[in-house]
């Protein structure tokens, strides 16, 4: 499918007044524009933003109550719990929570359920175990925001609940001691898109602050810069938009994961062949896959061991068995990616539909969402997969285009599953075999107005001539960083490019030189689709970066496309 250029529509005017006012390249004015910062005081804030600019913890509705509740079982040596989620953002919830309340000498233990045994959420089971154990006060992360029914069975256990969540709140909450989610509608804290490790960060900074206006620390009081490496990886693995307090969170995150403290990422970057330099790209696509595979294969319990091992050898054997379920997780989902492309091809009418539903006796439940996000990538229409289980009830996960919402075509869909959640460009369901049938034509044709918004877009920051590609436009780009979704890379346009030379790398990669005004630079297009012969010239568009090697950096242009 042919992509569609999309320039976004200059400012001058406001861009040269950014450009005078900050001492900044146009480029760099105009780019600031086009993420929705539009004076001095937003840009500076986005360019010099400080933990210092992170809002009161206690703007959060029931914080109070919270810290009031977790001082008591401090002072009265209480057994408590974290109930984490077993993905990324509910690994680093617990392992941060934990690490803190082990700091302070309290008597703490923890819990991530299994994903296919116990499914998402609070389990009762798990509950009643813990209260066996002794546990009086449970503190759950990333996940409670539902558990009506169990945060109520767990009283009559002797149990309290404090949940911190960032899904939807729904109409009924769970009755607990105090719940903590920027996303209720009286919560007066101003950054609702947190993840669960950033409401967890919240209760840790609230709770040092009233600890030490007690005197509590007589030896020195924990330094919470040392867990923001969590935060940071637990706020880009779970897909939030990088900015405002996301933005400082991961920003001062990703400066403390260059020279870690933390054993266990130590050992996660040796594991995952990231040496020196950490970027937003290596926490969503190389530490998060290894952490979200322990809880896509088995259970997320060694994913939490290895953030709170004080061992380096024994973080360094956790890491590579974290290794080896991600490649596990790699084959069983290049098999699932085989299957489901043998369905599609050999059934042209899903093909020429408005949507794409498959389903299997073979999947594997804990991995059809990243297959589906693949077939999307492909095909370029919303897409469920469903993984049919021995009772022959279906667990599907689906994934949109951008500008479809496939929770509300789901919505229209609702007889006939058993359970259906998400937004909008992911959700969930569960569904009997028999009902799938009839489920891919409702689909289908709840997407039928939808046909307009599967062309495939790039957005473009502005059009430039290539000899303002300088050194010192790619250092002041960097501010701009950590990238991700919310804050884009840098993406520009450059026409009438001369191609001087160029060479295919391992298949798949096309290295070529370009010239423009007289200067030269190296170009890189990756992962082609098929191999391709550039003419003479061409209009390309790329991200300006430096190639490091051996300590030196060059100036290179990434592609992101081309045309002729």
């Known amino acids: 499918m042919k992509t569609n250029w999309i320039i976004e529509k200059e ?8 450009s005078k006012s900050l001492n900044i390249s146009p480029i760099t004015a105009q780019i600031l524009l086009n993420r929705g910062i539009e004076n001095e005081t937003e840009a500076n804030i986005f360019l010099n933003c400080t933990l210092f600019d992170l809002p009161s913890p206690y703007l959060m509705k029931g914080m109070d109550i919270a810290i009031e509740r977790i001082k008591k079982g401090l002072n009265e040596n209480e057994k408590m719990a974290i109930y984490g989620d077993y993905d990324v953002d509910g690994v680093t919830s617990t392992a941060l929570l934990y690490n803190f309340l082990k700091d302070i000498n309290a ?13 998402y959420g609070i389990n009762f089971n798990a509950v009643k175990k813990l209260a066996e154990d002794g546990v009086t006060l449970i503190i759950s992360g990333d996940c409670g925001i539902t558990a009506v ?16 969540d960032h899904h939807k709140p729904p109409e009924e909450l769970p009755q607990a001691v105090s719940v903590l989610n920027p996303k209720l509608k009286d919560c007066k804290y101003p950054a609702k898109e947190i993840v669960g490790v950033g409401v967890i960060f919240n209760l840790v900074i609230a709770l040092r602050r009233a600890l ?11 330094n919470l810069g040392d867990y923001l490496d969590l935060v940071a990886l637990g706020t880009v693995a779970d897909c939030a ?7 400082i969170l991961v920003k001062e995150g990703i400066k403390r994961m260059q020279n870690p403290k933390r054993i266990g990422l130590q050992a996660l970057k040796e594991a995952s062949s990231v040496k020196g330099e950490v970027t937003s790209y290596d926490l969503g696509f190389k530490f998060g896959p290894r952490i979200n595979a322990s809880g896509r294969m088995s259970t997320a319990d060694n994913a939490v061991k290895l953030f709170i091992s004080n061992d380096l050898e024994d973080a360094r054997e956790i890491a590579k068995g974290l290794n080896k379920e991600n490649t596990n997780r790699q084959g069983t989902e290049a098999g699932i990616i085989k299957e489901a492309v043998s369905q599609l091809e050999s059934n042209p009418d899903i093909i020429g539909s408005n949507c794409i539903v498959l389903a299997s006796r073979n999947w594997h439940p804990g991995i059809i969402g990243i297959v589906a996000s693949r077939i999307v990538e492909r095909y370029e229409k919303p897409t469920m997969l469903i993984a049919i289980g021995e009772d022959g009830v279906g667990k599907g996960s689906g994934r949109s285009v951008d500008g479809v919402n496939i929770y509300a075509a789901l919505s229209e869909c609702r007889d006939l599953f058993l359970q259906f959640g998400g937004h909008e460009l992911a959700a969930g369901l569960s569904i009997r075999e028999e009902n799938i049938e009839k489920f891919r034509a409702m689909f289908d044709k709840a997407l039928e107005s939808n046909k307009e918004q599967y062309e495939h877009k790039l957005n473009i920051d502005c059009s430039v001539e290539l000899e303002l590609i300088t050194d010192s436009l790619i250092d002041e780009l960097d501010l701009l960083a950590p990238y991700g979704i919310g804050n884009p890379e840098p993406v520009l346009l450059s026409e009438q490019i001369e191609v001087i030379s160029q060479q295919i790398f391992k298949d798949k990669h096309l290295g070529f030189k370009v010239k423009q005004g007289g200067k030269f630079y190296d170009a890189i297009w990756f992962n082609l689709k098929e191999p391709t012969t550039l003419p003479d010239k061409i209009d390309m568009v790329f991200t300006p970066e430096f190639n490091k090697w051996n300590g030196n950096k060059k100036i290179r242009l990434r592609v992101r496309d081309v045309s002729w």
């Not at 008597?107 to 499914?119: A, F, Q, S």
């Not at 509590?216 to 924990?222: I, R, S």
């Open 149 to 164: 029914n169990e945060v109520e069975q767990a009283k009559e256990l002797g149990v309290e609940f404090i949940v911190t």
């Open 11 to 18: 400012n001058i005017k406001l861009r040269d007044k950014l």
């Open 212 to 222: 030490r206006d007690e005197g509590f620390f007589k030896n020195g009081e924990p």
């Open 241 to 247: 938009p990088l900015l405002d307090v996301n933005r």
């Open 107 to 119: 008597n703490v233990t923890y819990y991530n359920p299994d994903r296919l045994k116990e499914g």
